[in-house]
Every structure is written in structure tokens, then in C-alpha cells.
């Protein structure tokens, strides 16, 4: 009977440290997807954010009027934001001096460059007709003498951008429901494994939660142990990867990664408590005589 018991323990200890280490790389493989997904969308969101727009500003402005230019432009929501550039520093650019290699000056006398504004565009400069109402409205602006954007580039790097991030979305998607699954499968046979300790319960008159109570907490620190590994995990692997790569630089600031560990943490306990509820009842409201069948 005692070695009865000790197999059976050990069968138990067994399957709940098989489930964990599913657990683990699950919710690596999940973490993995998400991290790479983060960085895409905020890789995409700072290229959209990566154009200049130069807004050109008429001769003999006061400093008032130029700082009311400034006001008017940033009043739009296609501004991310904006520097004031006088002919003095274009003129004295070292690579404005190194493509045209000609002293404006000292041929013409005077600089003929004019103060402007160059405007770095948000992703909203994605809407193409709003970028358009944009650069129209600015020409109006008093003291606004020429506006111009590259327009064309602008329009086939939005396109190119959103087409990369549909793609991503649904290969990400994908893989966030295959992971989802395996994790679920791997919670329904821990589970599984313990049908006839149920069975055995309700013989002896358990209620109900009390024999659903033991199984969800074990599922909790089950989900949070396999969530603490997995962070662990992951964090080695993008440690690991930024050391040997270090033009990479992925590796997070370690508040980010507390945040991203603590999302997995999170993700592993929920799952794990929502994927064993479902399991646990159909067995407690299972017939003896059937338990064994399934």
C-alpha cells in the first residue's frame, strides 16, 4: 500500500514538473513573440517619425515673429517636432561645405540662405491628405516663405511600413494562438493525470470547490514559477545576444524588463487558472463510472 502511494507521488511530482517545464518554454516562445512585436511597432513608429519637413522663412524676421511661426506650426498634430535653423549655421554646415566646397560669401558677399524651421513630421503625416492640408495651411502661415517635404518618399514608406506591419500582425497573431494552445493543452493534461484523485474525492463526499480549490492553486504557482523561469529565460537569451551582437543593443532597460517579466509573470498565472478551471469541473461533474473512459 505505502509503495502504492510513493508511485503515485511520484507519478504526481512528475507530471506537475513536466507541465512546468512546458509551462517555461511556452511562455518563453510567448514572451519571445511579444518582445519582437514591441520592437517592430516601435521601430515603425520612429521611422515614421524620421522625415523633416523644411518650412522656409522670410528675410528681416524679428525673433517675435519667427517664435509666432513656431506656435503655428506646432499647433498640429503632424508636428512630433521642430528646430530653428539660421543661415549662419547652414552656411557654416560642414557637410553643406563639403558638397557644394565654395565659400557663399566670400563669392557673393552676403549669405543668401534663408532662416527656416525644420519640422520632423509624426506618424500622422501618414494620413496623406491631412500631410497635404498640413504643408498648404503652413505657406499661409505670415512670414512663411516656401514649404517642402518629400512627399514621394513619404508616401512609399507609410505604404511600405504598413504592409510590414500587417504582415507582422498576422504572423505574430499566429504564433500568439499556437503558443496560447499548447500552453492550454499542457494545463489540461496536469490536470488529466489527476482525474482519478477526483474520482476518489467525490467518493468520499468532498464538495465541489473544496476539490477544485487544492487544483487551482497549484495551478497558480505553477503559472507563476513556469513565468519567473520563463522571464529568466528569455532574459539570458537577450543578454546573451546583445553581449556576443552589440550593434543590436536589444537588451531593454531594466525597467522595461521588470515590466516585460512581470506581463509574463502575469500571462502564466492567468492562463494557467483560466485553462484549469473548465478542466476541473467537467471532472468533478463527470460520473464515476466515466471518468476513467475520457
Known sequence: MATAK???????????????????????????????????????????????????????????????????????????????VSKEDKASDKEFQRVFNIDIKGVLGENPLPDSYDVTLSAHSSDKEGLETFAEEARKIEGVSYVTYP????????????????IMAVFGGALLVVSFVLLNNTVRLAVYSQRELI???KA????????????????ALQGFVAGIFASLLLGGALYALDHFVPGLGIFPRWEEAGIFAGAIVVVGVVVAVVCTLPVVNRFVNMKGNKIHLC
Do not use: C
Not at 468520499?204 to 495551478?219: L, N, Q
Open 204 to 219: 468520499v463526499g468532498a464538495t465541489k470547490w473544496f476539490i477544485m480549490r487544492p487544483f487551482i492553486g497549484r495551478s
Open 151 to 166: 512627399q514621394s518618399f513619404i508616401e512609399e514608406m507609410h505604404s511600405t511600413l504598413d504592409v510590414m506591419q500587417f
Open 199 to 201: 474520482n476518489t474525492l
Open 6 to 84: 510513493r508511485n503515485i507521488s511520484r507519478r504526481v511530482r512528475f507530471s506537475y514538473a513536466t507541465s512546468t517545464v512546458s509551462m517555461t518554454l511556452v511562455l518563453f516562445l510567448l514572451g519571445a513573440i511579444g518582445f519582437i512585436m514591441a520592437n517592430i511597432f516601435t521601430t515603425t513608429h520612429r521611422m515614421r517619425e524620421s522625415v523633416t519637413m523644411i518650412v522656409e522663412l522670410k528675410e528681416g524676421l524679428s525673433e517675435a515673429e519667427r517664435d509666432t511661426v513656431a506656435v503655428r506650426l506646432a499647433e498640429s498634430n503632424m508636428v512630433a517636432s521642430l528646430k530653428f
